[in-house]
């Protein structure tokens, strides 16, 4: 075999490696997300936002101001984003990591919002889903509420307001609770 066949110091051609399925949509969601980390840094957007978490592109720690005029003003809260290499045409994994009273999320963070089950689109953001995630905050969707108590308590905002400062937990977040519960 001549040695400069494959070899491109000597003027032999470096064979092209073909990327797999898996590869290709790895590198989409790795250039989407790089793009939507920009765009979200440069925003300017008030209230919100999202870096990676160390150096995994594909999970996010995100953050949002409670919206003004409502119970969660001054409140801020703690979210996780996780992507898998088929988005943005599969919507992230989103959960509150910091406590939540809300008709619209549970006790473990899980977040029910039609945006990021089956009204996802590939033309939603992390921008968006943030802002969709805050407005929500203020405009609970209580025909299908996952905390039936906090659908039931909206109405008498005192009361409501009362139960979700006594539930909310700050930066903190239930991933430190658990480590004190282990940890005792």
């Keep these: ?20 399925g898996k590869e290709k949509g790895h590198n989409e969601a790795t250039k989407r997300l790089q793009r939507e980390l ?3 840094m440069l925003s300017g957007d008030k209230g919100i936002s999202a870096f990676p978490e160390g150096d995994n592109l594909f999970k996010w720690i995100g953050t949002i101001d409670g919206p ?22 599969v ?5 509150f990591v910091t406590t939540c009273f809300h008709p619209n999320i549970d006790g473990e963070g899980n977040i029910c919002l039609d945006i990021l089950k089956d009204k996802w689109t590939a033309l939603y953001d992390v921008r968006t889903v943030l802002i969709s995630i805050q407005s929500l905050l203020n405009e609970p969707n209580l025909e299908s ?15 409501f307001k009362e139960m979700m400062l006594s539930k909310y937990d700050g930066n903190e977040g239930k991933q430190v609770k658990k480590q004190k519960v282990a940890n005792h």
Excluded: I
């Design 1 to 20: 075999m001549d040695v400069s066949e494959n070899n491109p110091r000597v003027g032999g051609q470096v064979p092209v490696k073909s990327t797999t």
């Design 38 to 40: 920009m765009e979200l």
């Design 68 to 89: 003004k005029e409502t119970c969660y003003e001054t409140l801020k809260f703690k979210l996780s984003l996780e992507f898998t290499t088929k988005y943005p045409y």
């Design 91 to 95: 919507a992230p994994v989103v959960q």
């Design 145 to 159: 509420p996952l905390d039936p108590m906090a659908a039931s308590l909206w109405s008498k905002q005192l009361q």
